[in-house]
């Protein structure tokens, strides 16, 4: 079966750092893009870049670049978003997916079941 | 950059009717890259519809999705009560890498 698995929930306070992850299993890691997408409490979903874990190749969304780093270890099929220093902004649901690209399509089949940050003084 | 906006916000519908889905960018896109998520409370998305009009493996074929160019429409033709949920339309640019629109609540009447 194809899963991914994210790490557990996470309570942290401003300015802390913070590094959650998501683990694939049942098909080729590298091979395929992990998305990470944000929902804050009551809102849409919001993209916020992606990795190949074949060759680290690393995209992030416009708005949100230098505020998080997207990882991944390809030897144990795990991709990282981490935070070097989190703001109460930053508190929202965290997923990550798999991308299905190519010349005719572009969309993500697979989804984590999401980790919760809450930053909170 | 592409900006997709979904309506309405919410849709309040009862069981067995029939839900027509927008989802409109703000400029010509490929209906290659579209795609239809659903979401229930306390879940994460499920893919629904790519391509603008495949369904994904497993979906029931009450769901239906059409368009081109700037116009998208995710229809449920049939509402069963598992439909209620939201539903998020997204595409995929080559610039603007992944955008989604705002979502569309579809509500028990």
């Known amino acids: 079966e194809v899963q991914l698995v994210q790490s557990g929930a996470e309570v942290k306070k401003p300015g802390e750092s913070l590094k959650i992850s998501c683990k694939g299993s049942?098909?080729?890691?590298?091979?395929?893009?992990i998305v990470w997408v944000r929902q804050m409490p009551g809102k849409g979903l919001e993209w916020m870049g992606m990795?190949?874990?074949?060759?680290?190749?690393?995209r992030y969304s416009p708005s949100l670049q230098g505020q998080v780093t997207i990882s991944a270890d390809k030897s144990i099929i795990t991709a990282y978003l981490q935070w070097s220093s989190l703001k109460a902004s930053d508190t929202a649901m965290y997923y990550c997916?798999?991308?299905?690209?190519?010349?005719?399509?572009?969309?993500?089949?697979?989804w984590g079941k999401g980790t919760t940050v809450t930053v909170s003084s | 950059e592409i900006v997709v906006t979904q309506s309405p916000g919410t849709l309040s519908l009862s069981p067995g009717e029939r839900a027509t889905l927008s989802c409109r960018a703000s400029q010509s896109v490929s209906s290659s890259y579209l795609v239809w998520y659903q979401q229930k409370p306390g879940q994460a998305p499920r893919l629904l519809i790519y391509?603008?009009?495949s369904r994904a493996t497993g979906i029931p074929d009450r769901f239906s999705g059409s368009g081109s160019g700037t116009d998208f429409t995710l229809t449920i033709t049939r509402l069963e009560p598992e439909d209620f949920a939201v539903y998020h339309c997204q595409y995929y640019g080559r610039s603007s890498g992944l955008t989604f629109g705002g979502g569309t609540k579809v509500e028990i009447k």
């Open positions: 049942g098909y080729s890691f590298s091979n395929y893009w």
């Open positions: 997916a798999r991308l299905r690209s190519g010349y005719s399509h572009y969309y993500m089949d697979v």
């Open positions: 990795i190949y874990p074949g060759d680290s190749d690393t």
């Open positions: 391509g603008a009009s």
